[in-house]
């Protein structure tokens, strides 16, 4: 599978979190100027994809605000809101309602977080030009780790889509074994995410 928009890629963006740890309301604070969920958008609609969901909890602010920074970026008409109606159960919720929504003839999903805002944007491109050959998934690592986004095949959509608790979607990554495509990289922007509102800096 080439990496381009050609090959009907979309992206994720998971955003339907509580944000607990972080007293709530976490994707709308402001981070480096901007709200935080806008780097994890400035991320999804670098990669080489045709549309962007964004699944969230049914917030209008933060729908409102990632609205906005795609109308800045000139991205709006790629951008979807999806609202995850079972968001308490957990990030397996989420999945499986963004996947329930991608179009019917999509190949591969990126999945990202709305809490990383420094994806570095070469990342998800390196992604799309390592699937395919073999593999149906893939991800960036540094040194022993595995970082995000991770991008998968279609042939991982069923089980995406049966998805339960809030274990995401390591079980499926699990179940790839070698069909897992490794993408090194030595940017940390792949780890770091906001966890709590001392993060912001």
């Given at each position: 599978?080439?990496?381009?928009?050609?090959?009907?890629?979309?992206?994720?963006?998971?955003?339907?979190?509580?944000?607990?740890?972080?007293?709530?309301?976490?994707?709308?604070?402001?981070?480096?100027?901007?709200?935080?969920?806008?780097?994890?958008?400035?991320?999804?609609?670098?990669?080489?994809?045709?549309?962007?969901?964004?699944?969230?909890?049914?917030?209008?602010?933060?729908?409102?605000?990632?609205?906005?920074?795609?109308?800045?970026?000139?991205?709006?008409?790629?951008?979807?809101?999806?609202?995850?109606?079972?968001?308490?159960?957990?990030?397996?919720?989420?999945?499986?309602?963004?996947?329930?929504?991608?179009?019917?003839?999509?190949?591969?999903?990126?999945?990202?977080?709305?809490?990383?805002?420094?994806?570095?944007?070469?990342?998800p491109r390196a992604l799309a030009a390592a699937l395919g050959d073999g593999f149906d998934a893939a991800a960036p690592r540094l040194g022993a780790q595995r970082g995000?986004?991770?991008?998968?095949?279609?042939?991982?959509?069923?089980?995406?889509?049966?998805?339960?608790?809030?274990?995401?979607?390591?079980?499926?990554?699990?179940?790839?074994?070698?069909?897992?495509?490794?993408?090194?990289?030595?940017?940390?922007?792949?780890?770091?995410?906001?966890?709590?509102?001392?993060?912001?800096?």
């Amino acid at each position: 599978m080439a990496g381009s928009e050609s090959t009907r890629l979309e992206a994720i963006v998971l955003a339907a979190g509580a944000g607990r740890r972080f007293g709530g309301r976490k994707l709308t604070a402001t981070f480096e100027g901007r709200p935080l969920i806008a780097g994890a958008l400035d991320a999804a609609f670098a990669a080489p994809v045709r549309g962007v969901i964004l699944a969230t909890d049914g917030d209008p602010d933060l729908a409102d605000a990632a609205q906005a920074h795609a109308r800045a970026l000139g991205r709006e008409a790629k951008l979807r809101v999806v609202t995850v109606a079972d968001a308490a159960d957990g990030m397996g919720a989420s999945l499986r309602t963004a996947v329930a929504a991608l179009q019917a003839d999509t190949d591969g999903v990126f999945v990202f977080l709305g809490d990383m805002p420094r994806i570095p944007p070469a990342v998800p491109r390196a992604l799309a030009a390592a699937l395919g050959d073999g593999f149906d998934a893939a991800a960036p690592r540094l040194g022993a780790q595995r970082g995000h986004p991770v991008l998968f095949a279609r042939r991982h959509f069923a089980a995406l889509l049966g998805l339960t608790g809030d274990l995401g979607a390591q079980g499926v990554l699990a179940r790839s074994g070698t069909r897992l495509k490794l993408i090194d990289t030595l940017d940390v922007g792949v780890f770091f995410d906001i966890d709590r509102r001392k993060d912001l800096g």
